[in-house]
């Protein structure tokens, strides 16, 4: 929903984390430089030091001397990382920003190195669409199709996968490939488009979630989808997905789906409570003011299914705007642990603003809001932060099995001095100190 515009007003906020080999700078200014240690998991435990020169006008004029410890802990590749992350991809933007044909090779040559860097924060899902735009232009881009619809001469339809595959495909060639979640059986406007050969022009209809029709187009579809993803081997990792939808048109959607292809899993970003109902969803994401019962929680985990929290334009707290203080990012995930949920869902990754290098307002929702990644693979503070966050999630569950199998009465200790200080991060609203204490508990880490 849109914000108050004065709720948010314009500030400079240091976020973008640019490429650049060099760059130049006025006399008597200033410029932060943010420093990317990648420890080889190799490495031999111990204390390493080193020097950053700094050169101007050709020469050396100052070292600063870097300290780094490395402890005798080893992290999984971010492909086995189990915090579940989902931000969710936008393609188009990445080929409107660089000025490329969509679906070309040259815009997946562009979006490479910009989605390994998200694979290289453990993302699990690959966001994909069935039809036209499922949230009715609701950012600066249209998404563009990935499965065309087509209407023949003697009624029957046909549907061309050829750039769902090729985008699938790409995707976990980069190491994203735990779930396929496709947008939507529920579009934000209901309409969904299709080339019809009768007419010879791509025809746009408004159908209604409870309607005849609605029921016999998705269910032509939806048999002919599961028939494809089960040739591809895709069927077991993809979920037909639902976003904020009102309980009444998910009732109809679920029935329609169950009847034609029972075989998909769903995906809901639930804002009305709907998951109690349909405790069967492989993958459900509560708003973060939605408390979701712990024991829910790990009966779903039980079964193999997810349970994560979204934060969205409503939320002020932990969120990743660009005006957000930066250890937000990383509050976000102790959150997630502190409420033992598997891990974090947001829009978006990448859903670019017409600006996105020099201003990261969109209407009238909080600046940074649709985007946490810059165009050419630059990434941003909040992005790194919030992958520090997800290292952090992923080292307390290396540190509560080490405590709970060493079983003494050090590691008991250890571990209880843990989750204390956990504990404290399970709440929207923290203390004033809450900065301070996240570093105190991030200390029981190293």
């Not at 990935?146 to 790409?170: A, C, H, L, P, R």
């Amino acid at each position: 929903g849109h914000r108050k515009p004065e709720d948010f007003p314009a500030s400079l906020s240091a976020d973008m984390l640019d490429n650049l080999p060099c760059f130049h700078m006025e006399a008597k200014t200033v410029r932060p430089v943010w420093l990317t240690f990648s420890i080889p998991s190799a490495a031999v435990a111990g204390n390493y030091k080193g020097t950053l020169t700094l050169h101007a006008g050709g020469r050396p004029v100052e070292e600063f001397g870097i300290e780094l410890t490395v402890v005798d802990r080893v992290l999984p590749e971010p492909s086995e990382w189990l915090y579940h992350l989902d931000l969710w991809q936008h393609p188009s933007a990445v080929a409107r920003v660089h000025n490329l044909e969509v679906w070309s090779d040259a815009h997946f040559e562009k979006m490479k190195p910009l989605m390994k860097m998200l694979a290289d924060a453990g993302q699990k899902v690959i966001t994909a669409t069935l039809n036209k735009d499922p949230w009715n232009n609701q950012s600066f881009d249209a998404y563009a199709d990935m499965i065309v619809w087509t209407k023949n001469e003697d009624g029957s339809w046909s549907y061309d996968y050829t750039i769902f595959d090729k985008w699938v495909q790409f995707m976990m060639d980069l190491g994203i490939g735990k779930m396929i979640n496709c947008y939507s059986l529920l579009t934000w406007n209901n309409q969904l488009h299709y080339r019809d050969v009768v007419k010879g022009e791509l025809v746009t209809i408004e159908l209604k979630a409870q309607s005849k029709e609605y029921a016999e187009l998705w269910s032509t579809f939806l048999k002919d989808f599961a028939r494809h993803l089960r040739s591809k081997g895709w069927l077991e990792k993809t979920n037909i997905a639902m976003d904020e939808r009102a309980p009444a048109d998910m009732q109809a959607a679920l029935k329609v789906l169950a009847e034609a292809a029972p075989e998909l899993g769903v995906s809901l970003a639930d804002n009305h409570k709907s998951y109690k109902e349909y405790p069967w969803i492989k993958d459900v994401s509560v708003g973060a003011a939605s408390k979701v019962d712990k024991e829910d929680i790990a009966v779903r985990r039980s079964k193999g299914l997810v349970t994560t929290y979204y934060v969205c334009c409503a939320d002020s707290f932990p969120n990743m705007f660009t005006f957000s203080a930066p250890a937000e990012s990383v509050y976000a995930a102790w959150y997630a642990v502190a409420n033992d949920f598997d891990g974090l869902l947001r829009w978006a990754y990448n859903s670019w603003v017409e600006n996105p290098l020099t201003d990261s307002r969109f209407r009238t929702w909080p600046a940074g809001d649709t985007y946490m990644v810059y165009p050419g693979a630059r990434s941003s503070i909040r992005f790194e932060r919030l992958v520090e966050g997800i290292q952090d999630a992923e080292k307390i569950r290396v540190l509560r099995k080490q405590y709970t199998d060493l079983d003494s009465p050090e590691s008991l200790e250890k571990l209880q001095e843990l989750e204390e200080a956990i504990a404290l991060f399970d709440t929207l609203t923290p203390s004033a100190d809450w900065p301070e204490r996240l570093n105190v508990a991030k200390r029981l880490l190293n």
